[in-house]
């Protein structure tokens, strides 16, 4: 055993890590959950770097107490049980039909429903907006392959730094950043999205401008208003509490606040909605729950074991004496991972701990968020390819069409996705040197 073993540590922590990870995609290939496959690969981390099982064990039981992982766990799943409860109450259908009329230009309402649906990170979600899209759609006589293409890729305009979306939460966890200071760096991606989303559709939307009496804006207020209280006071609150807890809580101050944030609402969305205890409880017991907090755990237990087997350090040795240039390295490992697991959470927990390490061993801290910034954008440039993305198979399902022909007008938008995300990093490098 100590002969394998041996033959093993001889092998290059680079190999050995891309091993794992070709093993965890294989696994989500063969349609394990995420969590099992994050479980495995956590698993044959440990046995390739060298842990026994009572450290392996050690391991898995320090990253599941750890505060960190409790409180994503929690916020993670009360995000979800919201956006079920605002899906099943009909708030999310008010939420839309009060927004009719307020804008007048039906080229702007058509991309804007499924935005609107985007803020709220719902698995499948484009299915909810593709209805409206299609209705709208009709009027501007567009093919299945333009209306799936608008619902899905407005859809997720918010990705990069909307607070709701686990990504985003496990970014800041995983580099302990502080959450509105990435929110700063990584938001105008947002506006090269939307730009370069708008630009396959120019010359194809000629509607006028509609007629007719305005919608008031106060009923449509009303019902986004739990959405603004969770940002809002989830701040504030998280505010607060940093000036209040002292270490270890320190750490968990901003998921604190937003956790108490989304109970509020969650309280305030069933009681306006007057929704019964069997509709809770059938909410709050779906398996989807579970699935999501197993699969947050075992993120966490991947990036424990990848610290405590020291593998991300022998890797970034490794890259140094190999001068790998760290830019490529960046944009091309989530952007692989992205594309084949299809969920933002995947590139974000096995990708990004290394990248972390990395850009710490080359001494490069100070550019630590445009870094993040890049990674974010294109890991989800990856992600938007997948063809495992549940809200692509599942609007090219509704309008009845197939990846090719919406991969053809994704093409430009994703490439300037990814130009305008570089671009920007090297304003920012010059901006920070």
Excluded at 90 to 112: D, Y
Excluded at 202 to 226: D, M, N, S, W
Excluded at 238 to 262: M, N, R, Y
Aim: with cysteine.
């Amino acid at each position: 055993m100590d002969a394998v073993f041996a033959w093993i540590d001889a092998i290059p922590a680079v190999v050995r890590i891309a091993l794992i990870f070709v093993l965890v995609l294989l696994i989500i290939k063969r349609n394990w959950s995420l969590g099992n496959a994050f479980l495995a690969g956590s698993l044959g981390l440990g046995i390739v770097f060298g842990m026994g099982p009572l450290a392996i064990a050690r391991s898995m039981g320090l990253a599941l107490m750890h505060p960190k992982t409790l409180s994503l766990a929690a916020v993670v799943s009360l995000i979800l049980v919201l956006s079920h409860c605002l899906e099943n109450s009909g708030q999310m259908t008010r939420l839309l039909e009060r927004f009719k009329g307020l804008i007048r230009n039906p080229k702007v309402n058509l991309v804007t429903f499924p935005a609107l649906i985007g803020l709220l990170p719902m698995p499948g979600g484009a299915i909810f907006s593709a209805p409206m899209v299609k209705n709208l759609g009709h009027e501007h006589r567009l093919s299945s392959a333009h209306l799936s293409y608008i619902n899905y890729w407005f859809r997720h305009i918010w990705e990069y730094w909307w607070p709701l979306y686990p990504g985003i939460l496990l970014t800041t966890a995983l580099a302990d950043v502080d959450l509105w200071r990435l929110v700063a760096f990584t938001g105008p991606l947002t506006i090269v999205a939307l730009v370069a989303g708008y630009w396959p559709l120019r010359g194809l939307i000629a509607v006028p401008v509609a007629t007719g009496p305005r919608k008031a804006v106060l009923p449509f207020l009303k019902e986004l208003a739990p959405i603004v209280f969770v940002i809002v006071f989830g701040l504030l609150l998280g505010l607060l509490f940093s000036g209040l807890f002292a270490p270890p809580l320190l750490s968990v101050a901003k998921e604190t606040g937003l956790i108490l944030a989304l109970l509020i609402a969650l309280f305030w969305v069933w009681r306006a909605n007057r929704m019964d205890w069997n509709t809770r409880w059938r909410i709050v017991k779906n398996p989807a729950l579970v699935k999501m907090v197993y699969m947050v755990a075992a993120i966490l237990i991947f990036k424990g074991i990848l610290e405590d087997s020291h593998a991300v350090a022998q890797v970034s040795r490794e890259m140094l004496r190999w001068d790998m240039p760290l830019l490529p390295i960046t944009m091309l490992l989530p952007f692989i991972v992205g594309g084949v697991a299809g969920i933002t959470i995947a590139f974000v927990g096995t990708t990004f701990p290394i990248l972390i390490s990395l850009i710490d061993t080359m001494g490069n801290n100070a550019l630590l968020l445009p870094y993040l910034m890049l990674a974010l954008a294109s890991g989800f440039a990856g992600v938007l390819v997948s063809p495992l993305h549940l809200c692509f198979l599942l609007s090219n399902q509704y309008f009845r069409t197939t990846l090719i022909p919406v991969y053809t007008i994704m093409l430009v938008p994703l490439l300037s996705l990814v130009i305008g995300a570089v671009v920007y990093f090297e304003m920012l490098c010059y901006w920070k040197g």
